[in-house]
């Protein structure tokens, strides 16, 4: 089955400056990566998420990059605010015309420091 | 719309006893979703289903069962629960019409602690 790694765990960065997440996935088939925002004691919600058949998608201050060849993507959140910190969740799935639902990593703790 | 709900938000079970957490979404999503989340770590999926009557086991199915007898309502039920089933517990759905992954929306949890 697909398996997802996610580092750092810890990313503590000043305010105003940017924060990189990355993850990398074994499933070449994969082909829809999600990111989740999770605030303490609250459900994740869904900031980005990019398809295959797609480099990079910018929200905002958010972005996500993916490199299908190195199986791997990354988040990317410019000029950081207090409210950015939480716990970032990246996930993969591969849709073969059934669900077979989400493959998360770990987690990474975004601390933005004042 | 309520989105995805869940019942109870807070549980403390015995060693042995049985419940039934309870889920249901109001956004006629085809697509539902049991995950845990132990602490520390991201969400492993438990079973999922993909319509009515419709089930089907994920990553971590062992000591669970889940039935889908209706669009809305996705109930994760645990039998002779154990200290390893101490989790938090998220249900999801999405609607997909058969050609990709859609966003995965998630309840507010249920945190259920075994003792």
């Known amino acids: 089955g697909e398996n997802v790694e996610q580092h750092p765990s810890t990313l503590s960065v000043q305010e105003g400056d940017s924060a990189v997440i990355k993850c990398t996935y074994s499933?070449?088939?994969?082909?829809?990566f999600p990111w989740y925002k999770q605030e303490l004691g609250k459900r994740p919600q869904l900031i980005i998420d990019?398809?295959?058949?797609?480099g990079e998608k910018k929200d905002q201050r958010i972005a996500v990059t993916l490199n299908k060849t190195a199986k791997h993507f990354s988040l990317h959140i410019t000029e950081t605010q207090p409210e950015d910190s939480a716990v970032y969740f990246c996930?993969?799935?591969?849709?073969?015309?059934?669900?077979?639902?989400?493959?998360f990593g770990k987690g990474t703790h975004l601390i933005i420091q004042p | 719309n309520a989105g995805v709900t869940q019942t109870p938000k807070f549980r403390i079970l015995k060693i042995g006893q049985s419940m039934t957490l309870q889920c249901a979404q109001d956004?006629?999503?085809?697509?539902m979703y049991w995950y845990r989340q132990d602490p520390g770590m991201g969400l492993k999926l438990i079973y999922y289903?993909?319509?009515?009557?419709?089930?089907d086991k994920g990553e971590v199915p062992n000591g669970y069962n889940v039935s889908r007898s209706t669009t809305e309502d996705f109930p994760l039920r645990l039998e002779l629960a154990a200290p390893s089933q101490t989790s938090v517990y998220f249900c999801?759905?999405?609607?997909?019409?058969?050609?990709?992954?859609?966003?995965?929306?998630f309840g507010p949890g249920t945190r259920l602690l075994v003792l």
């Open positions: 499933d070449s088939a994969s082909n829809y």
């Open positions: 990019i398809r295959s058949n797609v």
């Open positions: 996930a993969a799935s591969t849709y073969r015309g059934g669900a077979d639902g989400l493959t």
């Open positions: 956004m006629n999503h085809n697509y």
């Open positions: 999801a759905s999405s609607y997909s019409l058969g050609g990709s992954q859609e966003t995965q929306y």
């Open positions: 289903s993909v319509g009515a009557g419709i089930t």
